[in-house]
Structures are given as structure tokens and as C-alpha cells.
T-cell receptor
């Protein structure tokens, strides 16, 4: 299957600082990337949809000024958690959709490894 | 809004026993996808079902898509410890590429 790389895998930051998370599709061009948040033992909560060259579409209740998304190219999307607070601590996962090598439908999502953010 | 419900939330079995998780959508789906997330890992795509009544098998895993394209199931025969993880179903949100995920079923296995 296709490879999506997410970096960093873990980050600890001080309250009030900003953290940038990168999501890269390594062997295909992702027409769309998605950012999720996952609380312990819970499902994936979609935060926003990111398309290359256009503004991200945020889900209801997600603060766009808090979670800045940039999709500069067809292989890279970034999520910046600004002025992080302890309640922002969570597991953030990106996924990418696009014409992928070996994909049968082109609609299945390939996930990055996730980033565990801890704000202290 | 569109909802995807999954039951049970947790399932603990003895190794060798069978396991089934069920997925129900509030709306008709164009397709349904299944993902597996190992503890500490990220979701990995397993399969997509598209046709009404479709049944697909992957070794010990059997996936079904209901006739009305609103429900689906995943059945694992003779579970092994490598099957441990959370299984999610997901359906596309109507008119969008976005996926709506079920709550997941966490499978634990007693060796």
C-alpha cells in the first residue's frame, strides 16, 4: 500500500508554545489530506480536510485559528497547534487520499503513524 | 447528521474463538471501508466493499455489505493473538471524500 509519513511521532511542549506536525505522502500525490484527533480508546474525530493550494475546511467546533493547516504541495500538509494548552494533548493523525500505487479504488485512506502531543 | 454506529465496543475472546463486529449507518453508503488499528499504532486499510450484498474474504477475515448498503460486518474465524486491535468501519460522507468512522470495536484475546 501507499506510504504516508507523519513527523514527529511524539512531542512534548510547554503550554503557550506552538507545535507543527508534518504529513507527507511518499509515493503518491495526495489530492486530499485529512487531519484527525483521537482520544484514548476512542474513535477518530475529523478535524479538517485539506486540499492542495486551497484553504482547509474545518469541521464544526474546530477552531481554525487554533489549528492552522497548510497544504503547500500535493505531498505535504502541515498542522500547527498554536498556543498549545494541556487540553490540546492528544493523538493527532493525518490521512491521505489519492491515486496510489496498488490502490484499487483511489478512495481508501492511508494514515500516517500519528503524533502524540503532550502539553505540559 | 450522518452517523455510523459500531457494536460491540469491546470484545474479549479466547484464542481460537470467533469474533464479529457489526456496523450500521444512518444513511445508505456508496461503499464501506474497514480499518484495523493495533495498540499504539495507526489505522491500516483492510478492505472496501461497494456492491449490495457483497462478501469478501481475506484469509480468516470475512467482510459483508448488507443488501440495503446500510450495514456491514467483519467476522474473524479462529482468532489469533495477532488479531488484537481496534477494528473500525467507515463510510464516505454523502457528497464528500470525508470518511465517517464508527466508534470501533476493540478486540482483546486471551492466549
Amino acid at each position: 500500500g501507499a506510504v504516508v509519513s507523519q513527523h514527529p511521532s511524539r512531542v512534548i511542549c510547554k503550554s503557550g508554545t506552538s507545535v507543527k506536525i508534518e504529513c507527507r505522502s511518499l509515493d503518491f500525490q495526495a489530492t486530499t489530506m485529512f487531519w484527525y484527533r483521537q482520544f484514548p480508546k476512542q474513535s477518530l474525530m475529523l478535524m479538517a480536510t485539506s486540499n492542495e493550494g486551497s484553504k482547509a475546511t474545518y469541521e464544526q467546533g474546530v477552531e481554525k485559528d487554533k489549528f492552522l493547516i497548510n497544504h503547500a504541495s500535493l505531498t505535504l500538509s502541515t498542522l500547527t497547534v498554536t498556543s498549545a494548552h494541556p487540553e490540546d494533548s492528544s493523538f493527532y493523525i493525518c490521512s491521505a487520499v489519492g491515486p496510489t500505487p496498488g490502490a484499487l479504488w483511489g478512495t481508501e485512506a492511508f494514515f500516517g503513524q500519528g503524533t502524540r502531543l503532550t502539553v505540559v | 447528521g450522518q452517523q455510523v454506529m459500531q457494536i460491540p465496543q469491546y470484545q474479549h475472546v479466547q484464542e481460537g474463538e470467533d469474533f464479529t463486529t457489526y456496523c450500521n449507518s444512518s444513511t445508505t453508503l456508496s461503499n464501506i471501508q474497514w480499518y484495523k488499528q493495533r495498540p499504539g499504532g495507526h489505522p491500516v486499510f483492510l478492505i472496501q466493499l461497494v456492491k449490495s450484498g457483497e462478501v469478501k474474504k481475506q484469509k480468516r477475515l470475512t467482510f459483508q455489505f448488507g443488501e440495503a448498503k446500510k450495514n456491514s460486518s467483519l467476522h474473524i474465524t479462529a482468532t489469533q493473538t495477532t488479531d488484537v486491535g481496534t477494528y473500525f468501519c467507515a463510510g464516505p460522507r454523502r457528497g464528500a471524500q470525508k470518511l465517517v468512522f464508527g466508534q470501533g470495536t476493540r478486540l482483546t484475546i486471551n492466549p
